[in-house]
């Protein structure tokens, strides 16, 4: 009998925390923030009903990009320069080969895996084995030939390695200065002030919509704070990593998150707000009266075909001044294509407008730029393309363009010249230097 009732109170136990973390899910779920954000990725995955992401996928490949596979590269003739990144393989290269001049050229690649990151040019290659206690491993006579403090090198150190994890993919939770920073992001977006209000009505194709109403509140002195928890996660830095950050900038890190402190708690509280459909697509961002010169901005998805169709932000502030962007998805004899424009009208009445025009006819990019005078048209040959995956394009001058998420080989570039500067001697160090300035 003792056992069934133990064994009753372990349900009950169990059951209650079952139901307390459903209700902190729930209620994280149904944040203003997180409905927002929900919203707005509904909004933006219509895109893919335009014409031209149905033929190449634009949406999904900036899908891939943002979930870190990328490959992005400039060909012409014997010259190539490029960026690429496979996170499944947890790889990362970026490449130059090319005439700088008649009398210099480059031949470089930096290359990143999970252990190793690798510098080579020509027929050489430094190697730093950053996974394994890179400060720890530091050869001592290197410390020794430079001024730079023990404590310094360990800083140095702990910086390149947090980058080259970023790069390679295999930064662990917690650890990462980039995963902290984006931990403390994500915590001061889910603890805005934020409100659910009544419903407005908005225009979407040209017909008054009933949409839910979002209030969230960017409070200055929470920013101020975060500026300063950036700045704590990011640097316990000495003399000489600040010297470099001054010699860069003209201003040292501390002054740099003090200017940036100084003008969070010059700003005043912004309050935005977001209008939802009943699909939970994000409709309409607005805000008024959002700095001293009373400035109001909105953001209108205004529907057409599908809501993203046309886009449109309007900025004006409190003596007239406006300025329109519009982004059209549209059609050119029967062509896809996407045509921006800009206006900007003076409190004077003086008006200004440009358009920028894409056109996909065939296997052709037309690109025509406009500002009311003579219009500039260029083109470019799609040589290549698999949808949602990548596409390649030559313009008339014979460069070629990749940009996609079907990333090519990635392999360490490590020349039969290869120094480990983690595990060297200094005459093998000496040796090296020495040949690689004498040419």
């Not at 003579?374 to 014979?398: A, C, F, H, W």
């Amino acid at each position: 009998m003792k056992k069934k009732k133990k064994g009753i109170i372990i349900t009950v136990i169990v059951f209650a925390a079952l139901l307390g973390t459903a209700a902190v899910i729930l209620h994280f779920l149904f944040l203003p923030q997180v409905q927002v954000v929900d919203a707005m990725v509904n909004t933006l995955s219509t895109a893919r009903e335009s014409g031209i992401d149905r033929q190449y996928g634009g949406y999904d490949m900036l899908s891939g990009i943002i979930d870190g596979n990328y490959d992005f590269e400039v060909n012409y003739g014997d010259s190539r320069l490029g960026v690429r990144r496979n996170k499944e393989q947890q790889r990362f290269l970026m490449f130059a080969d090319m005439e700088i001049s008649d009398t210099l050229s480059l031949d470089a690649q930096f290359y990143v895996d999970a252990e190793t990151s690798v510098l080579a040019a020509k027929d050489r290659s430094i190697r730093i084995d950053y996974a394994d206690h890179m400060a720890e491993t530091m050869p001592d006579f290197l410390k020794l030939l430079s001024d730079i403090a023990p404590e310094d090198w360990k800083t140095g150190a702990g910086i390149y390695v947090d980058l080259m994890e970023a790069l390679s993919g295999t930064a662990e939770k917690d650890s990462n200065v980039f995963d902290r920073l984006y931990e403390r992001t994500k915590d001061v977006f889910l603890g805005l002030e934020s409100e659910r209000l009544d419903k407005e009505l908005f225009t979407v194709n040209g017909k008054k919509v009933r949409c839910q109403v979002y209030q969230i509140v960017f409070n200055a002195k929470d920013l101020a704070e975060y500026i300063q928890d950036c700045y704590e996660i990011s640097f316990s830095t000495g003399e000489r990593i600040n010297g470099i950050v001054e010699a860069v900038s003209g201003y040292t890190l501390d002054e740099l998150f003090e200017m940036a402190d100084n003008e969070a708690e010059q700003m005043q509280d912004l309050y935005l707000y977001f209008a939802v459909n009943h699909k939970g697509q994000l409709v309409s961002i607005y805000g008024e009266d959002l700095t001293e010169d009373q400035l109001d901005i909105e953001l209108n998805f205004l529907g057409g075909d599908y809501l993203c169709d046309e886009v449109e932000f309007h900025m004006q502030d409190a003596a007239g001044n406006e300025i329109t962007v519009r982004k059209d998805d549209i059609s050119v004899d029967g062509s896809p294509a996407m045509e921006y424009t800009y206006t900007n009208r003076t409190a004077e009445g003086e008006v200004q407008e440009k358009s920028l025009t894409y056109t996909f006819e065939d296997d052709t990019v037309s690109v025509r730029i406009d500002d009311g005078e003579k219009p500039v048209l260029y083109s470019m040959d799609i040589t290549g393309y698999e949808k949602g995956r990548y596409i390649e394009l030559q313009n008339e001058t014979g460069v070629v363009y990749y940009f996609g998420t079907e990333v090519k080989d990635i392999e360490n570039p490590e020349r039969n010249e290869n120094l480990n500067l983690l595990d060297m001697d200094i005459i093998s160090a000496y040796s090296f230097f020495s040949d690689l300035l004498k040419e």
